[in-house]
């Protein structure tokens, strides 16, 4: 099984312009990203997608790979279906860019689950972790996810679900972490599907895939990403650096 990563990286970010080429320790945020996916040894080779000039130069230039993408996409997926269509791979791995301290246990999980799967009966792989604070339950940007016995995700909302109309039946709430790992052809149906209104109104592109009939498998961890998503999100990773 032939296995890689791919990292999207957007130039233009709404709440943090340019946040990838930001300095990082002496590195640019895209640049730490890009060798902390290398240092996993997880991957047969690991390529950054992009938009930008400047993000494929800063990775071509410090021996890294990287492709420029054609079009214009609505969401990760898009771009990276895009990046591995003519591309000999099994598994494709989505790793954050905006995530420099990559933490390789996660990755080995899902990556895992597709290795047991001998027949094929698994379309992508993602993570969750159980979330309990209110607050944290309540806010719509943690994407909630809900499965079945298996363990197969059932929807995906950044509404409270399930709805706690009973509260003593011991309901778990589970946070969707945004590691995902797909099977070369979920990712180029995904690539040629529309999308509907599930996926339209809540903004998940994960949707898409459970519209269409693809199966989503998802591994429990305790994992919690450490993503650059403000300037404050900088200034505490660089001091994780010190």
Known sequence: MKIIAVIPARYASTRFPAKLMQDLG???VILRTYEAAVKTHLFDAIFVVTDSDLIYNEIVSHGGKAIMSIKEHESGSDRIAEAIANLDVDLVINVQGDEPFID???LAKVIEIFKKDTDKK???ASLMREITAETEINNPNNVKVVVDQNGFALYFSRSV???PRETNVGVRYMQHIGIYAFRKQALLDFYSLPMKSLEATE???QLRYLEF????KMVETNHVG???DTPEDLHKARK???
Do not use: F, S
């Not at 009939?213 to 989503?216: A, L, M, P, S, T």
């Open 161 to 163: 679900i399930p709805y």
């Open 26 to 28: 002496g590195k640019t």
């Open 213 to 216: 009939g693809k199966r989503i």
């Open 226 to 228: 450490i993503g650059i």
């Open 122 to 124: 698994i379309d992508l």
């Open 104 to 106: 390789a246990e996660p």
């Open 240 to 242: 994780m650096l010190l």
């Open 203 to 205: 903004k998940l592109e």
